[in-house]
């Protein structure tokens, strides 16, 4: 479970974690379901991780 | 609204003389805000198993295609004058499917003031459509990646195609 803050910028809403030495936005523009927007983070701090690892160099 | 010819985006505004007005107002509307313009030499390479991917790529050992800047640009006005590591589209060819990343070095913010829309041929994506990604560790790294974005955007693999980042308009 995130806990996430959020930030207004424009229109756009977007939640926003520190995990790890990461900092994360994700848009959750009118989403109010919290379990698509855990989903969300969890799928972009494992994203995160990948750019991270530099599994591809 | 910004300004254009007919439908064509405006890449410089001068008056008078060769020093480009870097914004032009109607009353107190910023109708033009000068883009970077950036030309990138499509490399592509397979870097994981089922993933290709085209573009511009010097991250960590990666020495994929080339970039160059379209036209003069102050190296402080765009992304606090840190390198543009990485402007790509990653093929997953195994779902069909793919997204696109840009990644420059250090630690920016997520905000018109860093790019409000990135066009690559006819490709348009918005800032606020990406994911975004800081690293605070050693130098950071920051990172916008688009998924899915399923269609290559280049136009061919060694051809050159400019890039144009558009802000505050």
Not at chain 2, 25 to 50: C, E, H, M, W
Not at chain 2, 108 to 130: I, P
Request: charged share 20%; with cysteine; proline share 3%.
């Amino acid at each position: 479970m995130f806990e996430y803050t959020t930030r207004l910028d424009g229109s756009t809403t977007w939640a926003c974690i520190n995990v790890d030495s990461f900092y994360i936005e994700v848009n959750i523009t009118g989403m109010a379901d919290e379990i698509k927007i855990q989903n969300k983070l969890s799928s972009a701090l494992e994203q995160a991780r990948e750019l991270n690892s530099g599994k591809d160099k | 609204m910004p300004i254009k010819i007919g439908s064509t985006d405006i890449n410089e505004i001068q008056l008078g003389g060769n020093v480009p007005f870097e914004s032009v107002y109607v009353g107190a509307d910023k109708v033009f805000s000068r883009p970077l313009l950036l030309d990138i030499t499509v490399g592509s390479q397979a870097i994981a198993s089922g993933t290709i991917e085209h573009g511009y790529d010097v991250y960590g050992q990666m020495n994929l295609g080339t970039l160059s800047y379209a036209q003069a640009q102050p190296s402080t006005d765009w992304f606090n004058g840190e390198d543009i590591l990485i402007c790509a589209w990653q093929e997953y060819f195994s779902s069909s499917t793919g997204s696109f990343a840009i990644r420059v070095e250090g630690n920016v913010s997520n905000s018109d003031s860093a790019f409000t829309t990135l066009k690559v041929n006819n490709l348009v994506l918005n800032r606020t459509d990406a994911a975004f990604f800081q690293s605070t560790s050693g130098t950071g790294w920051t990172v916008w990646q688009w998924s899915p974005v399923n269609t290559n955007p280049w136009s061919g693999t060694g051809n050159t195609d400019r890039v144009r980042f558009e802000r505050d308009v």
